[in-house]
């Protein structure tokens, strides 16, 4: 007969239809590999963000251009010094600069026909219609060589434009942003040539840049040429980022 005044169930009988035992739990995995899972995650997401932010930086940088020079006449730019560009002259790279790229190897934007040496470790990210993307072996210590191409009317004024861009690289190097500016013809064209001064922050990017336009098979062009990394790497790049510049062939 069943006690009622005892509530405790007598356990299962072998052979009978009690529950079976539970089963062990299942081992997850240790702390230490999903910090590492979590990490290279992370690492790997940063630098999608980073080569997305770098190429849309360009972007940005090339239809502000584009606003600047509509916008700026003549008369504001009347009395620049070296606004017309006729003092600009061809690279004269130091040794150390050829010799960064000595040896090197031919990185080809085909769509553009415009060609640089670059040093033999350096690989390239990408190279679509408008965009060209080259970097030196590393994560976030690395160098990045970052071309854009944007097309323009032909009623473009271009001599208006490059000449505003001048003003403004001149008018940062007087607030401190850029150390060097100057005019100077890559394969024959004049540009306008500057590097950005250190950063406060050391992780964050140092460019040295070049703009300028070109008429490519019956299009003008604006061709805006960055080489580029952080700026506690910069001068570890440095010979070879001007020595890639220096080499620039712009096709006809």
Known sequence: M?????PMQP????????????????????????ILIIGVVGVVICGVVLVIAGIGGVYWLSRRSQQVATTTGRPMLSGL???????????EPTEAQQAAIAGGQTAAWEQQEITWTVPQKWKKSSAE???????????????????????????????????AFYAGAEQRKRNGEVDEVRWLKLGGLKGVMFRESAPE????????????????????????????????????????????????????
């Open 81 to 91: 010094t070296g606004a017309s560009g006729a003092d600009a002259k061809p690279p």
């Open 129 to 163: 219609s408008t965009t060209f993307m080259w970097r030196s072996p590393g994560s976030w210590d690395a160098a990045s060589l970052i071309v854009s191409i944007s097309p323009m009317s032909a009623d473009f004024p271009t001599e208006t434009s490059i000449a």
């Open 201 to 252: 922050s050391d992780d964050n990017p140092q460019r040295l840049q070049w703009m300028g336009y070109r008429d490519y098979k019956g299009q003008k062009q604006l061709v805006n040429i960055m080489l580029a990394s952080r700026g506690k790497d910069f001068a570890r790049h440095e010979d070879a980022m001007y020595g890639i510049l220096y080499s620039t062939n712009l096709g006809q």
């Open 11 to 34: 356990p299962p009988q072998q052979g009978g239809y009690g529950a079976p035992p539970p089963r062990p739990a299942k081992k997850g995995m240790s702390t230490g590999i999903k």
């Open 2 to 6: 069943q006690n009622y005044n005892n």
